[in-house]
């Protein structure tokens, strides 16, 4: 018998009916005598439902409160689905993250996991029942309630799976799998029986939504094989695994557009040691993700030094800049959020040469300027107009052949 957790997402529990749904696909896999263990997100809307509630009575609420009142959300749905289980002969018993020890750091609405108890769990599992756990929280070592972050029950559910030796992570989902591109932008798209943990990670980091990066990162740290599957259709979803040398490998996977980029530029700085962490230390202080970042050659002793971060971010970067600009006697600082991140991504890539060349060819067809490049080992991005983020993808799609049904390249001996 297998132990599995499985997630469930905000819209798979939505409303009662769903929830007694969710309830039919646990108990078939409970009867057959496995060890289930069930995560749960709030119904959708309710976080933000939750989160207007508070900009209400707050301009700016307090994040320990914030946790406090989002985490609720959460809570509703883990006892719903214990109450459909158990009306249905199945055992079933809900915790919240605080009830079963999910420690986390202090850092409020992006806290990390740091440990999980798994000792209540497993004699709840051994007796017989179906475990359910409130995704998207914790709670750290003074006892205050955190919350993981948007998206944060995948994380949860992955740690689970991790902490408990499971067999397999099942995230259940609206979607029935990861596609090679967001199929709402190229109904061409294709479904992907499988990828590694690695292409999912920099597709993930890249914009794609299907999965909470941080969840991929944890099972890929762990070895926790990762499902993605819908609850609203039948079939396997997509499995993410470790690379498997006997494994086909497409030469690339899939292609990630970020909208939620914005681009910051220091303009005449001085070009000398030094300059790149007075400008980035502040910034990544503030748990600011800065993602690409470029430096331009200095010409009369001045360079200009410009790098993206979340657009949510912008404002309060340009606040943490001010004051660094004028000790450095730069110039200005110039913001943008005009732009979109496209992001080709394949292991296919170590392998063989060109794969930049083909990108730019297919981009420069079609008159699409490029504004920045960063590459990986595995990842290609650029960034360009917002503008013209849909045409990129599609272009890029069509160039490295993904709609086609079957796109492998066997692996060079
Ligand atoms: N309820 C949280 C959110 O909406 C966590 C989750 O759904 O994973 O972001
Ligand atoms: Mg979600």
């Known amino acids: 018998m297998a132990l599995y957790v499985e997630k469930y997402g905000g819209t798979s529990v939505g409303t009662a009916e769903r929830i007694q749904a969710v309830a039919e696909t646990v108990a078939v896999s409970a009867r057959q005598g496995h ?3 069930v ?43 214990s109450m459909a289980l158990e009306n249905i002969g199945v055992p079933a018993k809900s915790y919240t993250g605080s009830q079963i020890k999910i420690i986390t750091d202090d850092i409020h609405s992006k806290a990390r996991i740091q440990s999980i108890e798994a000792t209540r769990v497993n004699a709840d599992l051994d007796e017989g029942r179906v475990v359910v756990v409130a995704g998207f929280q914790g709670v750290d070592s003074e006892n205050n309630i955190t919350t993981l972050g948007r998206g944060g029950s995948d994380t949860t559910a992955v740690a689970m799976a991790a902490a408990l030796n499971a067999d397999e992570c ?12 967001d199929p709402r932008i190229v109904p061409e798209a294709q479904k992907l029986d499988r990828i590694t943990f690695e292409e999912m990670i920099e597709l993930s980091g890249a914009g794609a939504k299907v999965l909470q990066i941080r969840s991929v990162e944890f099972a890929g740290k762990y070895n926790v094989p990762l499902r993605v599957l819908s609850s609203f259709t039948e079939g396997f979803g997509t499995l993410i695994t470790d690379e498997d040398s006997s ?19 220091v303009r005449g700085v001085p070009d000398k040691p030094g300059i790149a ?3 980035l230390g502040p910034v990544s202080e503030a748990h600011i993700i800065v993602d690409m970042i470029v430096q331009n050659i200095g010409t009369d002793g001045l360079t200009d030094f410009t790098f993206t971060i979340p ?10 800049l001010e004051p660094v600009v004028k000790s450095l006697g730069a110039a200005e600082i110039i913001g943008d959020s005009d732009l979109a991140k496209i992001s080709v991504v394949g292991v296919g890539m170590r392998s063989h040469a060109g794969i930049a060349t083909t990108m730019f060819e297919a981009l420069s067809d079609k ?10 080992e595995i990842k290609i991005s650029v960034t360009v107009d917002k503008e013209y983020a849909e045409l990129a993808v599609r272009t890029l799609h069509k160039a490295f052949d993904l709609g086609e049904e079957k796109n492998i390249t066997a692996c060079p001996d």
């Not at 099942?170 to 591109?181: A, E, L, M, P, Q």
């Not at 030469?251 to 914005?262: F, Q, T, V, Y």
């Not at 008159?367 to 990986?376: F, L, P, V, Y």
């Open 277 to 279: 962490y007075s400008i």
């Open 311 to 320: 657009r949510a971010d912008l404002d309060r970067c340009r606040e943490l």
């Open 367 to 376: 008159g699409i300027n490029i504004q920045m490049i960063s590459t990986s």
């Open 170 to 181: 099942r995230i259940y989902t609206d979607v029935d799998g990861v596609y090679t591109t």
């Open 35 to 37: 060890r289930m263990v």
């Open 39 to 81: 995560v749960v997100s709030a119904m959708s809307g309710e976080t933000n439902r939750l989160l207007d509630l508070a900009a209400q009575v707050s301009e700016q609420p307090s994040s320990r409160e914030q946790d406090v009142l989002l985490s609720t959300g959460e809570q509703v749905t883990i006892a719903l689905l």
């Open 247 to 265: 494994m086909e490998q497409p030469l690339i996977s899939g292609i990630a557009l970020s909208r939620d980029e914005a681009k910051v530029t």
